[in-house]
């Protein structure tokens, strides 16, 4: 026998003697109360935990080389979110695992989609291998659509081959959201192939398909894609339960669907729900909570609060066949959140795999800086510097297309409005009420381009905002009331590296917050990168944007997979039609 199976044998039977009661459990909870997600009951007693591993449950375990007395708090599996981008925190996989671990967050299903579109492969591999520095586990999907459409111009690209090739790390767990619907349900053979990758190695295929309805539903099912993360509307919501996908509540910064799909949630339709926050920003980490406060949500429109402590936990474990996880069982894995009570879930007292992470708030496990390859730190390359005139508009006589920004959601409206123009038929950065320009910048020193276009709803009134976070190709979104400010505040970006900046009506730089790993995310504690957050989101309602997180907002207008009309580096997407306008 090898010394590995020689460990994992002395380990076992040391929680076997745990189990029988012929030995002290390593730590043991006492006066608990235990929420069991299979039976949907709480019991009164003691929970044996013997290294890594629940060992027993009851009231005949008395006895721990550490005894925590829970005072009648209530021990709930650790909590696993479904479907998260790390990078949409702006925080690298250390500092978030110290900040989500806090709140019972034991373990989360990432797609570092966004990465992959900046830096390729290279992005996924380092995204993996500093998750493994983190005091939760980190389990990846393979980036599926990158980039995702070719209506836009990224830094990365994963054909099949390195799909493949990701698929085989041991840390991934299946295919990310499959984005290219269309290529899906018209059999494009690049898409099925990653699918067909996937599928040879026995692992989940995620997918995303907003507003795909009937016979396209049905095709991409066929494929076999299991989950979805963007249903607009509970009918949608409910066809897709019918037809046997999962759905994953998304609960996250920009937008949330618990209100909507709350409803659905039955005696029958529980087993097929997940949470997942898909994009969280740091200082709501801080402040509000992760899945826990999605939890506290849910309870207050109504719902059993075990039930959903089992869509949070079990429902997202067996789906992802992390089998050893999920549930307060003997044999399972001890990663456990003693919460106060079912209506609050504040996180008393965190174990993870079997210790002590967390208690009332604090992580235990300190988080160093890690370093960070010299390509990650070097990712926004423009072309040349830009110049008021770059952001020159100009339309025949007629209504013109504008993106019309829809409040809590993704999807955009469509119009077609009646806008402001000079005597050359020129379009101002300010051509109406509650319009400016907008613009994507190609920031990957591949080609230059540059569209401009029009959107109503972020509301500046002087200024600029302007971001290098943009889904998913990730080049430079700037809104602006002025072309002058426009170009300053991606010129501004180009020389930081990435972030978020404002821009005064002057030209001066009024706050920045700099994202130097891929322009995406910052090397800083999570309190720094709160403070820098809100102060330029501060900076931002003072030219007059009453978006409650413009940036984030923003950096979906990007994004050509979601309806109805947005723009790329390369124009005006109609996304109902996948054509340019």
Known sequence: MDNKNSGAVEV???????????????????????????????????????????????????????VIDLDGAYVSPGLIDAHLHIESTLLLPPELGRIIIRHGTTAVINDPHEIANVLGPAGVNMMIELSKQAPCDFFATVPSSVPSTDLETAGGELDAGRVKDLLQNPSTVGLGEVMNYPGVIGGDPEVHKKIAAAKALGKIIDGHAP?????????????????????I?????????????????????????????????????????????????????LEKGHLNEALKQAVALGTDPLVMIKIASLNAASHYRLYDRGAVAPGYRADLVVFEDLSNFRARLVIKDGREAARNGKAFMPVEPPELPSSALNSVRLSRGLEEKDFTLTYPPGKVPVIGVVAGQLITDKFYLD???????????????????????????????????????????????????????????????????????????????????????????????????????????????????????????????SVPQP???????????????????????????????
């Open 419 to 545: 806008v402001e123009r000079n005597g050359n038929g020129t379009v101002t950065a300010k051509p109406g009420p509650g319009i400016n320009k907008i613009a994507v910048v190609e920031r990957h020193g591949k080609n230059g381009n540059l569209a401009v276009g029009l959107i109503q709803g972020i509301n500046l009134e002087k200024g600029a905002i302007a971001s290098s976070v943009a889904h998913d190709s990730h080049n430079i979104v700037v809104v602006g009331a002025s072309e002058k400010a426009m170009a300053r505040a991606v010129n501004e970006l180009a020389e930081s590296g990435g972030g978020f900046v404002v821009i005064g009506e002057d030209g001066s730089v009024k706050a920045l917050l700099p994202l130097p790993a891929g322009g995406l995310m910052s090397d800083q504690p999570a309190e720094w990168v709160a403070e820098k957050m809100s102060r330029v989101l501060e900076a931002a309602r003072e030219l007059g944007t």
């Open 12 to 66: 076992t039977q040391a929680c076997l003697a745990v189990s029988r009661g012929d030995k002290p459990a390593d730590i043991l909870l006492k006066n608990g109360r235990i929420v069991n997600v299979f039976s949907g009951r709480v019991t009164e007693g003691n929970v044996a935990i013997s290294g890594g591993t629940i060992a027993g449950m009851g009231g005949e375990y008395t006895a721990g080389e550490k």
């Open 211 to 231: 507003a795909v309805r009937g016979r396209d539903l049905q095709a991409y099912l066929a494929a076999g894609i299991t989950t979805d993360h963007e249903c």
């Open 233 to 285: 509307t509970a009918e949608e919501a409910l066809e897709k339960l019918t037809c046997g996908m999962k759905v994953i509540i998304r609960h996250g910064s920009a937008t949330s669907s618990l209100a909507e799909l709350i409803p659905l949630i039955n005696s029958a339709t529980s087993g097929s729900f997940m949470l997942g926050s898909d994009d969280r920003e740091a200082g709501e980490l």
């Open 551 to 581: 940036f984030l907002t923003l950096s979906f207008m990007a994004l050509p997979v979601i309806p109805s009309l947005k723009i790329t580096d390369r124009g005006l997407v109609d996304v109902d039609n996948f054509a340019f306008l």
